[in-house]
């Protein structure tokens, strides 16, 4: 069984529509990123991840979505677009949604990088879920993680992001 150790809190002092997750160390065998957001505006903003910087189209994604009612259920798959794509949308102003990144191996640079990406959104019977499995298409080592609102919305004051480091036992 792997220890989690805890690498670095974030929470936003200011409203903004993204933020990074700077100086990531090597040393560890995996990651795990833990994060609560508001919006400052109610809708579907959608939030997406990037690796190092990298706008490039060197990503892919394949998500399950489904809505809190569990009446719909839908799925997409994209490739070599610009970001990962993390949840359906319908943040809230009011009640934080959830999301959860596990980054196996991510401090290897002779494998290309995967993310495992739960998000989960309440809104009493009426929120969404979705998980989408990401490749980035690099074998450098990740030492930082860019998350996004790409939809003109903004991250409200205390969306609160926090990194974790695996190691092996």
């Not at 009426?126 to 903004?154: F, K, P, Q």
Request: glycine share 12%; proline share 2%.
């Amino acid at each position: 069984m792997g220890a989690y150790v805890r690498l670095s809190t974030t929470t936003l002092t200011s409203a903004t529509a993204n933020f990074t997750l700077s100086s990531i160390p090597s040393g560890y065998t995996d990651l795990r990123v833990v994060f609560g957001n508001l919006k400052t505006t109610p809708g579907a903003g959608t939030i997406v991840l990037r690796f190092n910087g990298d706008s490039g189209s060197n990503y892919s994604r394949t998500n399950i979505n489904g809505d809190g009612a569990g009446t719909t259920a839908s799925s997409a798959q994209f490739t070599s677009v610009t970001w990962i794509h993390l949840n359906g949308g319908n943040t809230s102003t009011t009640i934080p949604g959830m999301v959860t990144l596990d980054i196996p191996s991510y401090s290897s640079t002779s494998i290309n990088k995967t993310v495992l990406a739960a998000s989960t959104f309440d809104f009493n019977g009426s929120g969404n879920m979705t998980y989408a499995v990401g490749l980035w298409r690099s074998t450098a080592a990740i030492s930082s993680i860019s998350i996004l609102m790409n939809t003109g919305d903004n991250f409200a004051i205390g969306t609160t992001a926090t990194v974790y480091g695996i190691k092996e036992s």
